[in-house]
């Protein structure tokens, strides 16, 4: 299924002033996808484990483009996820993404349409 929700890309900015405590923040990429959750596999929960991230969350993007920058997504329940891993599939036009779930989120600034 396409539909289990929609998540949102954003990236983690400096947004203080040139000389001052660093602030940072995740902005947000204004784009937008459709995923479907994936099971994780052993292998793909191994090969975390020897990169030393912790997976949690394994999803399917469907027709999307992921910029370079985009490092944070955010799925409708509010919870912030970090992305470890990017895998095209391309006879599906899809991308999956291995997300660790950040436990200490980051304020969201939405940039405006």
Do not use: H
């Not at 995923?35 to 949690?56: F, S």
């Not at 391309?90 to 779930?101: F, I, M, N, Y």
């Amino acid at each position: 299924m396409r539909d289990e929700g929609i998540l949102k890309f954003y990236k983690l900015t400096n947004t203080a002033a040139n000389g001052q405590i660093p602030i940072e923040q995740l902005v947000s990429l204004d784009l937008a996808a459709y995923y479907a959750n994936r099971t994780i596999g052993m292998q793909r929960l191994y090969a975390a484990k020897g990169n030393n991230y912790r997976l949690d969350k394994l999803v399917r993007c469907y027709n999307t483009i992921l910029p370079e920058e985009a490092q944070y997504v955010i799925l409708e329940d509010g919870r912030q996820y970090r992305i470890e891993d990017i895998n095209v599939i391309a006879d599906e036009d899809a991308v999956d993404l291995s997300l660790e779930r950040i436990m200490n989120y980051y304020d969201v600034i939405d940039q405006a349409p």
